[in-house]
């Protein structure tokens, strides 16, 4: 955020050993990213980086992070890929989050920064799109995706690492980009004036159901 040269920044997190001192000169704040305490719109945009897959409900957290912002949530997590699939199936990788706990003094790292490892819970392009449409039903969102791969810690020993990662690296060059481990997702909060759904209008700033439309549309398929 410094170096992009953003002024006003709000970080946090759902760990009590933060100080704030850390992030000046940006404000720091507890919190608990599936109940922000954040106003509607509070900020321009919310931002999240391999964060949601530690959270109870990843989707509530996403959400919460929709709510809180004017124009759109940008989040970085893990990719539910083929690639990662096969990955899993081999056992090469943790479906629960091991290492984080393991390295963070046994005691936080997991679920909601608890001593309890977390789910690694991976995400699906069409997964996002149904949980913001669903959350919003007024317009059709827009959501911009960025791929990515990098090696994974994996369990296995020295020798079986090395046979892998040779094996991955010749694999990584044949598979489409969008299988790899990783993404980032944009997703564009929509203005509700002026691109909403047909069948949906703004009347003093409420949301309100066009009923002439619907009257006259109800069964067209959109």
């Not at 997964?127 to 959350?135: A, P």
Request: net charge positive; charged share 25%; hydrophobic share 40%.
């Amino acid at each position: 955020f410094s170096e992009s040269g953003y002024k006003n920044v709000t970080i946090s997190n759902l760990d009590s050993r933060m100080d704030s001192n850390q992030y000046s000169p940006y404000k720091w704040s507890y919190q608990n990213a599936e109940n922000l305490s954040f106003a509607d719109c509070q900020f321009e945009f919310t931002v999240i980086h391999a964060g949601l897959h530690h959270c109870r409900s990843p989707h509530k957290a996403l959400l919460e992070m929709y709510r809180v912002s004017q124009k759109g949530v940008l989040s970085f997590e893990s990719k539910d890929s083929f690639f990662m699939r096969i990955a899993l199936k081999l056992k090469l990788i943790y479906q629960y989050e091991l290492p984080a706990v393991f390295f963070n003094d046994m005691k936080y790292g997991g679920l909601n920064n608890s001593e309890i490892p977390n789910f690694v819970y991976r995400w699906t392009e069409n997964e996002i799109e149904k949980v913001i449409n669903t959350y919003a039903p007024y317009s059709k969102h827009k959501v911009t995706y960025f791929y990515g791969i990098s090696i994974p810690k994996l369990k296995e020993k020295f020798l079986v690492k090395k046979i892998f990662i040779f094996i991955l690296q010749i694999f990584l060059k044949l598979i489409p980009n969008n299988q790899g481990n990783l993404f980032g997702f944009f997703i564009e909060k929509p203005d509700s004036k002026s691109k909403l759904l047909p069948w949906i209008m703004n009347e003093n700033e409420t949301l309100k159901l066009n009923k002439v439309w619907l009257k006259k549309n109800w069964m067209l398929k959109i």
